[in-house]
């Protein structure tokens, strides 16, 4: 996968696919639910993975923002918030009240000079259509942090990733795919790429981050549903979707 352009892969697919994708997702234009993380939008006031230690003023910068509905959240929040997308298609869409600016780039080659920003964030974003080697993300997002900067990482679980059925493209309650896996189809030649907890550590370790933390969340019970797509809620409410990283460049 690595070998072909997967990035104008990736590229054309959301460009051809963004208005169906927000017409399906209205909640990412509700300015409540916003900064959040996740597909159950769990808030960052309740996570508080950057507000416990980033003043007000902070250079954020969101890596494969979509139409930055987290974007926007963060600069509401009081932050400096800029967003990478690839696809023009999404920026199409995008919501610009407040935000410092958005551009359009790959976040492999970001356009930004070394140390700009406080702390960086990728919700479902950039790192899941990306090949986690040879590091290319990690190393861009690493170099544009300033030292000690924190890099926040929401993306799905090796779990779900042994769970999901590429026959049936849903997941269920037996293991389908062998654990450390790293691809899973999304749609045509687009492939989401997966990594163990034990591949992050030495991913984060071989440039130049330290981890801090590790959330795995489960959908709220009872809760509201955004993710309509193959993730059944009644199996989130009871294992791990997704995990976030919080880890900070020494």
Known sequence: MAKFNYLKVNERYWDANSDLYHDAHPEHFD???HPSWGIWHLPESDLRIFTDELPPGSRILDLGCGIGHDTVGFARAGFRAFGVELSSGQLSHAITDG??????AAAERLPFRSETFDAAFCDH???GF????????????????????VLGLCTYSPLLQMCFDNRTGTVGEQLSNPYGDAKVKYSGDVVVFHSTHAQWIDMFRSCG?????????T???GGDTYFQESLDRSWAEKWPAEVLWKVRKL
Request: hydrophobic share 45%.
């Open 31 to 33: 300015a409540s639910r």
């Open 219 to 221: 959908a709220p019970a």
């Open 99 to 104: 935000v410092g600016g958005f551009v359009q």
């Open 125 to 127: 974003g950039a790192f």
């Open 209 to 217: 981050f330290s981890v801090e933390r590790l959330v795995e969340p």
């Open 130 to 149: 990306s090949p986690p080697l040879p590091l290319p993300l990690l190393r861009e997002a690493h170099r544009v942090l300033r030292p000690g900067g």
